[in-house]
């Protein structure tokens, strides 16, 4: 199994945790960790769980987990999958690292150790960036230079969290994928949303077959309001249609003339006829 790393920021702080030979391990009874409630990741697969502590089992626990002193216990800062695996395994103590620090030093660690996990859902992870994004107040150009990601990923990530709180759940529980959830994203109109959520639920539509069906069903832009020339022109035709004589109109929208034009005496009787 190839080993994973630790992360962008935990790296840094830790480095390969065997070469770091200042930092002091030590073995805490499992009973007085806990995890860290603003920890990112809120979803832990059950089976991946499983295979890890199976793994742990064999091979026992290879990599400390990383804390910090929370009142009479120790708060996780980072491994709390590995904290979880070891409790299915049954042990007793796990390696873990001790370092002070604060709440703000917890959450970024925390965030940026998440942030590129392969198994954090999009939903978790727009959410750790909109925390990082928030609590320490960078741009969008920042955030995204910080978790080396380009910032139309960033953009797109955090789009998601516009959706309805339904919508984030189907794509936490990978019902829908968060392609469907950027393009169900870019529709304003509730009801068209729900009626391409639920073409994608019965149909299993494909994020193009998506694309083709919010074509299809998103309303039509209302018709623009048309200019003054546009609306004089029409006036003009009605007039001749009625009228049977060529017409012009001229002027603006608060006054102006209509020009009627006729070309032989039976014309103009014509026309008086219709104004008596």
Known sequence: ???????????????DWQEAKQLEVVFLDISVISP?????RKHFDPATLQELADSIKSEGLLQPILVRPKESKYEIIAGERRFRAAQIA?????????????????????LMENIHRED?????????????????ELSQEELATKVKLSRSQVANLIRLLS????????????KISAAHGRILAGIKDPKTLQSCLDKILKHSLSVRELEQA??????????????????????????E????????????????????????????DKLIQLFN
Not at 36 to 40: A, D, E, G, L
Not at 124 to 134: D, N, P, R, S, V
Not at 163 to 174: A, F, H, K
Not at 241 to 267: C, F, M, R, W
């Open 241 to 268: 249609q009625k009228l049977n004589l060529k017409t012009k109109l001229k002027g603006t929208q608060e006054k102006g003339k209509i020009i009627i034009h006729y070309s032989s005496p039976q014309e103009l």
């Open 163 to 174: 959706l309805p709180d339904n919508v984030q759940e189907l794509i936490q529980e990978g």
């Open 90 to 110: 049954g042990l007793k103590k796990i390696p873990a690292i001790i370092k002070e620090l604060s709440d703000r030093e917890t959450l970024l660690i925390a």
């Open 36 to 40: 860290n409630p603003k920890q990112p």
């Open 214 to 239: 919010v074509k299809e069903l998103k309303i039509s832009p209302k018709r623009r309001k048309p200019s003054l020339a546009q609306h004089l022109q029409e006036l003009e035709q009605q007039l």
């Open 120 to 136: 954090l859902t999009p939903i978790e992870q727009a959410k750790a960036l909109l925390t990082l994004k928030q609590e320490f």
């Open 1 to 15: 199994m190839k080993k994973k790393g630790l992360g962008k920021g935990l790296e840094a702080l830790l480095g």
